[in-house]
């Protein structure tokens, strides 16, 4: 044949082989699954310095609400914290000030949030002597009987919520038996992180992906011996 009738044939555009890998790309993403992962958290709060301590009778809503305003308040400070850290299983012993103080009567707060629902949660510690205990507004130990003792486990998982939570705490000292006081507790929380989407690929997807990957390859390969 001439060359001017070659020239007059139409020969179809091969395909670019980066235009195979985009589609190929878009195919395992047509096949993959989606799965979902949730890692469970555990919180453990100890009473320490951390938490807030005041001396007198606190405003409204200092039990019961996340958000209460302890600057507008007044006379809160850091808890006072009796015992050398690492504490114990009950935490560290705290009261306003120190242990053979004075100060017969101590209100306590500590604010903290948690990340996801709640699978399980509980307190234990010791007062000495006496002490209401609140969880976010809720009384979940109430003992006014002049003397000091531990409590707990208390399950408080019912009161605990995601997100923003308050405990609180008034202690009050039997001066009876002369100026001793302190308060203790650890709370131990385990959360269900909320569960987050992630591709997941099965086996016979990664098989076929496999395969279009190496006939892309030879196909290639051939383009340009070709």
Known sequence: MSNSIETGIQHPARSCPGTRARHLILLIGLFSATGS????GLVVI???????????????????????DTAADGGWR????N?????????????????????EQVWLRKTFVLDGPIVSAYIQGGA????????????IYDVFDGLAGPFGPIDIAPYLVPGSNLIAVFGDDNFAFGPNHQFAARLTIETAATAVAVPVMSPPVSMLAGLLLLAIGIYSLRSRVA
């Open 37 to 40: 992962i949730a890692e469970a």
């Open 46 to 68: 100890d009473t320490d310095a951390t938490w807030l301590a005041k001396n007198s009778v606190p405003g409204v809503g200092w039990n019961d609400t996340f958000a209460f």
């Open 78 to 81: 850091a808890a006072q914290n």
């Open 83 to 103: 015992d050398s850290p690492p504490c114990g299983i009950n935490g560290c012993m705290i009261w306003w000030d120190g242990q053979f103080s004075p100060t």
């Open 128 to 139: 000495d002597d006496d002490a209401t205990i609140w969880v976010n507004g809720n009384v």
